[in-house]
């Protein structure tokens, strides 16, 4: 079974999160942050994993420490449901479009967190989110899953289509990469033998 279930709590936050790698997109988000909740499905959905993510924040501050924490449990958990990456596919792609916004996901479960993120948003907030918060995310997730991460926004005036095509691509591509090869069963998919 490729599940991990995860709990964080902090003096700012408290984040639980169950992840099925091998579900069928389904989720289920009660962050207090409402525009996360619809990235996060995205992830789930275009993705086909199962997540469910619970938080409690200190949003009467802002949403920094919640979204950021979020993403640093969600990491946890890919990396524990992930195990010892016997037979993965390892690299992940993807391109997806939404209307003019166009974005591309590479990853790499490389066991070295990175990430490479080149946004350009084209207004600071998408309602009452502010969109610097989408970096801080993905930070706290490529740190704590050891993955390698680029996030190119290729084109986009919609600042909702360019966040979108972002969590839709990384669902897709993380999708790829998690995928069991046949070909490569009981083998760790590197030249070192290890990740």
Known sequence: MRTAQITRNTL?????????????GKGSFNTGVPFLDHMLDQIARHGIIDISVEAAGDLHIDAHHTVED???????????????KKSL??????YVPLDEALSRVVLDLSGRPGLEYRVEFTRAAIGQFDV????EFFQGLVNHAGITLHIDN????????????IFKAFGRALRMAVEL???????????????
Not at 89 to 94: D, P, V
Not at 181 to 195: A, E, H, N, Y
Request: hydrophobic fraction near 35%.
């Open 181 to 195: 090869d046949p070909r490569m069963s009981g083998v760790v998919p590197s030249t070192k033998g290890t990740l």
């Open 12 to 24: 700012e936050t408290q984040i639980s999160v169950q992840l099925d790698l091998d579900g069928t």
């Open 154 to 165: 290729l084109h986009g005036v919609n600042a909702h289509h360019q966040a979108e095509t």
């Open 89 to 94: 596919r390892r690299y992940g792609h993807a």
């Open 132 to 135: 610097d918060l989408i970096h």
């Open 70 to 84: 979020i993403g640093i449990t969600l990491g946890r958990a890919l990396a524990q449901a992930i195990g010892d």
